[in-house]
C-alpha cells in the first residue's frame, strides 16, 4: 500500500493472495471510508461497500486516469516500487526464501520510505534505531 499523502508504502507478506488475506490487511492498515486506488483485480470487490474504490486497468491501456474525487487515479508508486524489489532481489539476492521473504519486503519498504533523505543521514537514523543484537537462533527462525 501507498499512502498518497505522506508517500510512505507499507508492504505485508500473505500465505496467499486469495481475497480474505487482502480484505483483511487492508481493513487492519486503512481507515474505513478512505479512498483505493487499486488495479482492476476483482480481489478487491469485497472492500467496494467500506471504501471508496477507483481503480485503474492496465489490460485496457490504462496507466493514468481522471478520478472523480482527486486529480488523477494511478498505481505508480505501487509498481515502481515492486519494480524496485523485483530488480534487488533477481540482482543482489539471486533468490529468497518466503520465510524471510517480510525481512526482504521490510528492508526494500524502509529504503523506499527514506528515498529522500541521503545515504548517510538514513544510515545515522538506521545506527539510531540499532537496539540489542540479532542472534543466529533469531536471524534463522530456530527457537
Not at 476483482?42 to 486497468?57: D, H, K, Q
Amino acid at each position: 500500500m501507498s499512502d498518497r499523502k505522506t508517500g510512505n508504502i507499507r508492504v505485508k507478506v500473505f500465505e496467499s493472495n486469495k481475497k480474505e488475506f487482502v480484505a483483511d490487511a487492508v481493513r487492519k492498515n486503512v481507515k474505513a471510508g478512505s479512498i483505493l486506488h487499486t488495479d482492476g483485480s476483482n480481489i478487491y470487490n469485497e472492500l467496494n461497500n467500506e471504501y471508496f474504490r477507483e481503480a485503474v486497468i492496465p489490460s485496457r491501456r490504462e496507466r493514468v486516469k481522471e478520478s472523480i474525487v482527486i486529480d488523477k487515479v494511478h498505481t505508480n508508486h505501487v509498481e515502481n516500487f515492486w519494480g524496485v524489489m523485483k530488480r534487488g532481489v533477481y540482482g543482489i539476492y539471486h533468490q529468497i526464501s518466503f520465510k524471510h521473504l517480510e525481512r526482504y519486503a521490510d528492508e526494500f519498504s524502509y529504503k523506499d520510505n527514506s528515498r529522500t533523505i541521503t545515504d548517510k543521514e538514513r544510515f545515522n537514523v538506521t545506527l539510531e534505531r540499532v537496539t540489542g543484537r540479532l542472534s543466529y537462533k533469531q536471524l534463522t527462525g530456530n527457537k
